[in-house]
C-alpha cells in the first residue's frame, strides 16, 4: 500500500486548499482512509476520515471536508477559512490489513 499526498502549499489566512491523496495496492473497500496533521514538535492529530466504501465520513472541523468517489484510489481534502493554527505538515493514513500505512506528508503553511 502506498499513498501520496499532493496539494499542500502557502495561503492566505482566509484562503482555501485542497489536498490529495493517491492511493495504490488496496483492493478491498474495508480500508477507510483518514488525514492528520503535525506541527514540530507535537503530536500528530486526526482532521478527517472516510471509510472504504466512501459513504461515511467525518470531519474534526467544519471547516474541512474529506471526499472521494473511490478510496481505493484517490482522496481529498477540502480546507477552507483557513489561518495560521492550520500551518501543519499534513498526512494520509490508513490502517489496513492489519496494518498502518503513512505517506510521507505535504506542508501547508498558512501566512500573510
Known amino acids: 500500500v502506498q499513498l501520496v499526498e499532493s496539494g499542500g502549499g502557502l495561503v492566505q489566512p482566509g484562503g482555501s486548499l485542497r489536498l490529495a491523496c493517491a492511493v495504490t495496492?488496496?483492493?478491498?473497500?474495508?480500508?477507510?482512509i483518514d488525514w492528520f496533521r503535525q506541527v514540530d514538535g507535537k503530536q500528530r492529530e486526526w482532521v478527517s476520515g472516510?471509510?472504504?466504501?466512501?459513504r461515511t465520513t467525518n470531519n474534526a472541523d467544519s471547516r474541512f471536508t474529506i471526499s472521494g468517489d473511490d478510496p481505493r484510489n484517490r482522496v481529498y481534502l477540502q480546507m477552507n477559512s483557513l489561518n495560521i493554527n492550520d500551518t501543519a505538515m499534513y498526512f494520509c493514513?490508513?490502517?489496513?490489513?492489519?496494518?498502518?500505512?503513512w505517506g510521507q506528508g505535504t506542508q501547508v503553511t498558512v501566512s500573510s
Open positions: 493514513h490508513t490502517r489496513c490489513m492489519g496494518q498502518d500505512f
Open positions: 472516510i471509510s472504504g466504501n466512501g
Open positions: 495496492g488496496i483492493t478491498s473497500r474495508g480500508c477507510g
